[in-house]
């Protein structure tokens, strides 16, 4: 009996670490993907003649599927199989990669990134609430763990587009995404549902409650500020450095290369030290030592120089998501995955519209005076935490 448990038990551990490879391995290309956007817009400029207005749009099309399935895959994930709408996302994103790597014209590109988001939203529905069961104990560890795989992957996509861009056309780079996504979905088609799977089933008056939870709440309100900031950068970023910081076009992608490569250290980091601070002071403090750095790096700083703001700025923006959402999850874990819905949807339409608010205010005065969005709304995430904390004082 013994032996049959050791093996149960090696059997159940090895189903975990697949299932955490094929988690990783989606969201880490999902990054990749979003973040070849940013580079590719001078380039679609060129290629279409697009403005910066419609530009902007670009921000939208990729959020508004997302934001949609995202909330339908969080509301029902105590109902459905897991493993099967995992897949079923990831199949609908390979066919929009694919779409977007033969758009002939904008529009087409627009509405395939929309498919790819309607997709994506139901992976990451339940992928991170899946994690959160699997690792029950240390959610702010994995969380920052999933968050700094997202961050690899979104800091190769500059590269990769580069990289595509060099052998001939931008096209092949959403080609060899959309082949890396179909070796996930054959994991993830092998792969078993997980035993540990341990979502609770969301009704009208559950769904209430955990609005008015302080945590929960502070955690939704709080991610839109944030997120919107962290679209700026993901969006203007090249723009502002070719066209303020003064760098080549080259080295303009390189800016936000620099951005989310300096993720990765960073929420090692914070993967350390997520269980030994409390998740709320870890926000505010990183909050705190947010403005002073948007302020210096795209103020004052000129040049080269940006590049060290930048990464300064991006290892500590990059500890606020993943805390943010373990804040709130440990109000209510086993409600994960529509705290998660609710959280990443809400927070992804911050990620569209502000980037198009700038869009508009840049096309009338400048990129730089546009930067003022985003340092406005991510001075309000500290005082929301505190607030919330106020109201209840245990967490």
Do not use: C
């Not at 699997?134 to 961050?151: C, E, K, Q, S």
């Not at 052998?167 to 088609?189: H, K």
């Amino acid at each position: 009996m013994a032996q049959a448990n050791d093996g149960s038990d090696r059997g159940a551990l090895t189903s975990r670490r697949l299932w955490t490879a094929a988690i990783v391995l989606f969201v880490a290309l999902e990054g990749l993907g979003m973040q070849m956007r940013g580079p590719l817009l001078p380039i679609l400029e060129d290629q279409w003649a697009i403005s910066k207005g419609l530009q902007g749009l670009v921000g939208p099309a990729g959020t508004l599927g997302f934001a949609v399935t995202i909330l339908i895959a969080g509301a029902v994930a105590g109902r459905i199989d897991t493993r099967r709408y995992f897949l079923g996302g990831i199949l609908v994103t390979l066919a929009g990669a694919a779409g977007m790597a033969l758009a002939p014209v904008f529009v087409a590109y627009l509405g395939f990134l929309l498919l790819r988001g309607l997709g994506t939203g139901v992976s990451r529905g339940l992928d991170r609430p899946l994690l959160g069961h699997l690792y029950p104990n240390a959610r702010g560890r994995v969380f920052n763990l999933y968050d700094m795989a997202w961050a690899i992957g979104a800091a190769a996509g500059p590269a990769v587009l580069s990289l595509a861009v060099s052998a001939g056309d931008w096209r092949y780079a959403y080609g060899a995404l959309a082949v890396a996504f179909g070796l996930v979905a054959g994991l993830v088609w092998w792969l078993e549902t997980p035993e540990n799977d341990a979502e609770a089933e969301l009704d009208v008056a559950a769904a209430v409650g955990l609005l008015r939870t302080p945590a929960i709440a502070a955690t939704v309100i709080a991610l839109v500020f944030h997120t919107g900031l962290e679209g700026a950068m993901f969006l203007w970023l090249p723009t502002f450095g070719g066209e303020i910081a003064g760098l080549s076009s080259t080295r303009a992608s390189l800016l936000l290369s620099a951005f989310i490569v300096s993720y990765v250290p960073g929420r090692f980091v914070y993967t350390l030290i997520a269980e030994r601070v409390p998740y709320g002071p870890l926000v505010v403090a990183l909050e705190i030592l947010i403005v002073p750095v948007f302020l210096w790096t795209f103020f004052v700083a000129e040049g080269t120089i940006v590049f060290a703001g930048v990464a300064v700025l991006g290892v500590l923006v990059s500890g606020v998501f993943p805390t943010l959402l373990a804040f709130g999850t440990q109000a209510a874990p086993e409600y994960s995955a529509p705290i998660n819905a609710v959280s990443t949807s809400t927070a992804s339409v911050s990620i569209a519209l502000v980037p198009v608010a700038m869009g508009a205010l840049a096309d009338v005065t400048s990129i730089r005076t546009a930067m003022w969005i985003p340092l406005g709304l991510t001075v309000l995430v500290a005082p929301t935490v505190l607030i919330a904390r106020r109201i209840d004082p245990n967490i």
